[in-house]
């Protein structure tokens, strides 16, 4: 089932009074559960397209569905995880997960909220630093906050921008398999959109990879991702097909790059 569509999606930014393309003619499907990543060069509108997905903007031209609606704004349906953490720093790291259940559950009670809340953070490892502050915290451990209390607010869509850019190698494996433990937990998985520069991270969790092109960005390629989860990351990475297809996403992350820019070097 479709959960997402984009028909003929384009957006401009105003530029002095002249209109700077972002991205150009996106469409794209996206099917109810199924993780999908954006990889593309810096500035080719991956986070603009998150953005428009998100509500947050409107296309110039062109209409974005969920579930067969058109995107009018904002709204408890989709979630966003972000590079930077995104907590409010006041809050112990259970009070920032309650908080936001209680935008998206206002009529529920405190103690069930306050049980969700903790459920998550025992989802995530962090049960035993719930009342600590995000100061407190490292970056791995705030951002396991972040994608906790997006999962926690229970949103149909998951919108994520580059959420482990910042972090170290070590921390970056350890969330992306809390990420992968969330997004299977449960009956239902949620449909994600996941943007990285990360060749690997997306084959490994991935269902299909979408490549951009350049500024004006559109997408040029859909690579199917059809590797049994759940995945056993040493196995895989280890396997011939793994390699097969990173080799493969090297290939046309740099064969449309170049193309587009006319052969300069651009670096991942």
């Given at each position: 089932?479709t959960?997402?569509?984009?028909?003929?999606?384009?957006?401009?930014?105003?530029?002095?009074?002249?209109a700077?393309?972002?991205?150009?003619?996106?469409?794209?499907?996206?099917?109810?559960?199924?993780?999908?990543?954006?990889?593309?060069?810096?500035?080719?509108?991956?986070?603009?397209?998150?953005?428009?997905?998100?509500?947050?903007?409107f296309?110039?031209?062109?209409?974005?569905?969920?579930?067969?609606?058109?995107?009018?704004?904002?709204?408890?349906?989709?979630?966003?995880?972000?590079?930077?953490?995104?907590?409010?720093?006041?809050?112990t790291?259970?009070?920032?997960?309650?908080?936001?259940?209680?935008?998206?559950?206002?009529?529920?009670?405190?103690?069930?909220?306050?049980?969700?809340?903790?459920?998550?953070?025992?989802?995530?490892?962090?049960?035993?630093?719930?009342?600590?502050?995000?100061?407190?915290?490292?970056?791995?451990m705030?951002?396991?906050v972040?994608?906790?209390?997006?999962?926690?607010?229970?949103?149909?869509?998951?919108?994520?921008?580059?959420?482990?850019?910042?972090?170290?190698?070590?921390?970056?494996v350890?969330?992306?398999?809390?990420?992968l433990?969330?997004?299977?937990?449960?009956?239902?998985?949620?449909?994600?959109?996941?943007?990285?520069?990360?060749?690997?991270?997306a084959?490994?969790?991935?269902?299909?990879?979408?490549?951009?092109?350049?500024?004006?960005?559109?997408?040029?390629?859909?690579?199917?991702?059809?590797?049994?989860?759940?995945?056993d990351?040493?196995?895989?990475?280890?396997?011939?097909e793994?390699?097969?297809?990173?080799?493969?996403?090297?290939?046309?992350?740099?064969?449309?790059?170049?193309?587009?820019?006319?052969?300069?070097?651009?670096?991942?």
């Amino acid at each position: 089932m479709t959960k997402i569509r984009l028909e003929n999606v384009s957006y401009a930014y105003e530029d002095r009074g002249a209109a700077l393309p972002a991205v150009e003619g996106i469409n794209i499907s996206v099917h109810e559960g199924e993780f999908v990543s954006i990889i593309g060069p810096s500035g080719c509108g991956k986070s603009t397209l998150l953005s428009l997905l998100a509500g947050l903007s409107f296309p110039s031209a062109g209409c974005i569905f969920i579930d067969g609606q058109v995107i009018k704004g904002t709204g408890p349906d989709r979630g966003l995880v972000f590079q930077h953490y995104s907590l409010f720093p006041w809050m112990t790291a259970r009070q920032n997960i309650v908080f936001g259940i209680r935008q998206v559950k206002k009529s529920t009670g405190k103690k069930t909220i306050e049980k969700i809340a903790d459920e998550y953070l025992g989802l995530v490892g962090l049960r035993d630093f719930a009342h600590k502050y995000p100061l407190q915290l490292s970056g791995g451990m705030q951002q396991r906050v972040a994608i906790a209390r997006a999962f926690a607010m229970n949103p149909r869509v998951l919108l994520m921008d580059e959420p482990f850019g910042a972090l170290d190698a070590k921390n970056r494996v350890v969330l992306q398999e809390v990420l992968l433990k969330l997004w299977d937990n449960g009956s239902e998985k949620k449909t994600v959109i996941f943007v990285t520069h990360d060749i690997d991270e997306a084959v490994l969790l991935s269902d299909r990879i979408m490549v951009m092109s350049a500024r004006p960005g559109t997408v040029v390629r859909e690579v199917p991702v059809e590797f049994a989860r759940p995945r056993d990351r040493a196995a895989l990475i280890g396997s011939e097909e793994y390699a097969g297809l990173r080799n493969k996403m090297v290939s046309l992350f740099y064969d449309d790059v170049l193309q587009k820019i006319g052969g300069s070097e651009v670096a991942l």
